[in-house]
């Protein structure tokens, strides 16, 4: 059974916007109470965390490379996360995937992402 599903990908231009979504909600668990993050894994690269956002409320952490352009956030239900991504670079191309931070589950299949002129 899939339990983490990642969607929102696609082929934008530089500059352009992007917003990532991951369902949790056949995860099992309740996904509000978890630190969640996003990663993402670009071509010959391992895959690298990118953000995460804390339990019941908590702070968010980002990569320093997106720090200003990119937004980790959760729905009221706490099931879904986004990454809300702004003024896009070609360095962003990678297939991004969710997961929990500190309690892995097993990958799902991403959600490819391309930024190119």
């Known amino acids: 059974q899939v339990q983490l599903v990642e969607s929102g990908g696609g082929l934008v231009q530089p500059g352009e916007s992007l917003r990532l979504s991951c369902d949790a909600s056949?995860?099992?668990?309740?996904?509000?109470?978890?630190?969640m993050a996003w990663y993402r894994q670009a071509p010959g690269k391992e895959r690298e965390w990118v953000a995460t956002?804390?339990?019941?409320?908590?702070?968010?952490e980002y990569l320093s490379s997106v720090k200003g352009r990119f937004t980790i956030s959760r729905d009221n239900s706490g099931n879904l996360v986004f990454l809300q991504m702004n003024s896009l670079k070609s360095e962003d191309t990678a297939v991004y995937y969710c997961?929990?931070?500190?309690?892995?589950?097993?990958w799902g299949q991403g959600t490819q992402v391309t930024v190119s002129s």
């Open positions: 997961n929990f931070r500190n309690q892995p589950l097993s």
């Open positions: 056949a995860s099992g668990r309740v996904v509000s109470l978890y630190a």
């Open positions: 956002i804390r339990g019941s409320g908590g702070p968010t």
